[in-house]
């Protein structure tokens, strides 16, 4: 019997609090780009430490990945599914895109979402990137597994966070991504222990294949890539 959806405050805490965690990571542009670890510690304790810091408005805007996180929310919270809900993700990060003022969104996104043609037939696909090989995608899809937080619900899971994936990374390494993150919040939401996660991921990644096999008109594309992503992982 699977356990039972946990209550909205926790979904709604996850969501403010993956948006105050980029905020804080971000620091309007200035720790995104800083590639100290120790600096960005350094000038954390200047500021009286994590403790003392409010993450609002102007100081500390969310970035382009809040932004667009929150269009895969709502469009979740539609409940639909298959290619209707496909669209309305495609419509939605295309109008996130006009609000990325100082928010720095990556070239792969801005690339993706350009290409997207919602409203039309298939408008939800782009080409395969062979370039589209960064996070973005795995930054906006842990609403995913919010969405579809059980263990019966895995192959939804894996279909919508690969197609969300794909809008803008239409790669395995930057589609995988997304599953990633989509599937460690479900197994979060199910209090599975940490350790168990980097395992669960490389028994789901078959089923990926399998998606994208029997949904992709470009798929020897993919095949040619795919190994990177999870030899990565088992290493």
Request: proline share 7%; charged share 20%; glycine share 10%.
């Amino acid at each position: 019997m699977e356990s039972k959806t946990p209550a909205r405050g926790l979904y709604v805490a996850a969501m403010l609090l993956s948006g105050a965690g980029d905020a804080l990571g971000y620091r309007n542009q200035l720790w995104e780009y800083c590639k100290s670890g120790p600096q960005i510690h350094a000038e954390l304790q200047d500021l009286g430490g994590l403790q003392n810091i409010r993450t609002s408005l102007p100081d500390w805007p969310v970035s382009d990945d809040t932004v667009l996180h929150l269009a895969t929310g709502e469009s979740l919270a539609t409940g639909k599914l298959g290619e209707e809900l496909y669209d309305d993700l495609a419509a939605r990060y295309v109008t996130a895109m006009s609000d990325m003022e100082g928010r720095k969104p990556g070239p792969t996104s801005i690339l993706g979402t350009s290409q997207l043609r919602p409203g039309e037939p298939g408008g939800y696909r782009i080409p395969f990137n062979p370039s589209a090989t960064g996070c973005g995608a795995a930054m906006r899809s842990m609403c995913i597994g919010l969405r579809f937080p059980r263990p019966s619900e895995l192959s939804l899971l894996v279909a919508v966070s690969v197609e969300s994936g794909k809008m803008t990374h239409n790669h395995p390494t930057g589609y995988l991504g997304s599953l990633a993150s989509a599937l460690f919040t479900s197994l979060s939401v199910q209090g599975v222990p940490l350790e168990q996660w980097g395992s669960l991921l490389l028994r789901t990644l078959p089923l990926a294949l399998e998606y994208v096999q029997s949904t992709d008109p470009d798929v020897e594309r993919h095949l040619e890539v795919w190994e990177y992503f999870r030899e990565s992982w088992e290493r």
